[in-house]
């Protein structure tokens, strides 16, 4: 395999605190990566780099790794703009939120649904996203809930089954019988294509008890629990994923001490979305007091069409270093390490020796521009798997 050096860097983030400036983002002026195939086999300062095949100069540029998106849901059809303008205007709307996109994905073609997912992350891509997990959930069907999962998994290895996304439209008023369907029929199809299994446990969802089944049911198939909990107010979510070592739960908005306290005590990572505020206009997440508790926090998009339709990562750190009590310097770790650890994944998120060679080149002498610089494109070039993937910028 050819070796390449990107060369003259101004400022790279690493996420290994044991390299540069010995923070957590490991940072080290005046530097180089070298990749070998689709890994990162030296990193340090520019003067010290070892000959390689190629160099790639990026001009003083800051180099962070690929944003790692833990929470997205892209296997869908239709669009919600008239819910999203009668929110924004203060009108009611009385239109089936959800299930809106639950009748508009079931009528779509697989061939649609997977241009559909192709399209965005092609949208993410060029906004540094160079991992992503996504979800099924549109579906409520065995049948669409297993071809959401066949689609997805063309796209990506991190593969959710969400078939307790809601009670299903066609079982509004035999809840415990679409539990069953979940834990039933509709795991045994669905098992094959995912590797973890989310509920969303919330008043008007999945209560704890329901939860906690479909988790257990999931678990004793394979699949590794995740869970979208305490969203909407104070509930069972977050202690529930503790319980099981959930890989992470997501959205985490409404917190009791001790939710924070079983957090910071477990290796369940707590997964904040800022987007979904930003688009209803809800309460944001305090990052800061989870942070300082000790816990370990992720930040991702919640790409979907109803409340979190934005596939930009960097806007998400915009919004967190605003907001919710964020650093720059958090805000990106948790966008990539963090985002990696949500996946349980130590081979992304970071640019150390041994990691997969994702790499983002901002337009910029450093990444706190990110937040610094809000809604600028300042994504320059994406490197995925050791390859250019997203050409360089012109200007």
Known sequence: MTTTAITHISALVTNDPSLGDGSPLGLIQGAAVVIEGDRVVWTGESSKAPATDNAVDVGGRAVIPGFVDSHSHLVFAGDRTEEFNARMSGRAYSAGGIRTTVAATRAATDEELSANVARYLAEALCQGTTTFETKSGYGLTVEDEARALRVAARHTDEVTFLGAHIVSPDYADDPAGYVDLVTGPMLDACAPYARWIDVFCERGAFDGDQARAILTAGRARGLHPRIHANQLGHGPGVQLAVELDAASADHCTHLTDADVDA???????????????????????????????????????????????????????????????????????????????????DDIGRITPGARADLVVLDAPSHVHLAYRPGVPLVHEVWRRGERVAAPRSG
Do not use: H, K
């Open 263 to 345: 957090l910071a005590q477990s290796r369940t990572v707590a997964t904040l979305l800022p987007g979904a505020e930003f688009s209803t206009r809800a309460a944001w997440p305090d990052a800061r007091r989870l942070l300082d508790a000790g816990a370990t926090v992720a930040l991702s998009t919640d790409c979907n069409p109803g409340s979190s339709f934005t596939s930009s990562v960097p806007f998400c750190i915009a919004l967190a270093v605003r907001d919710m009590g964020m650093t720059p310097d958090e805000a990106l770790w948790s966008a990539t390490a963090g985002g990696a650890a949500a996946l349980r994944r």
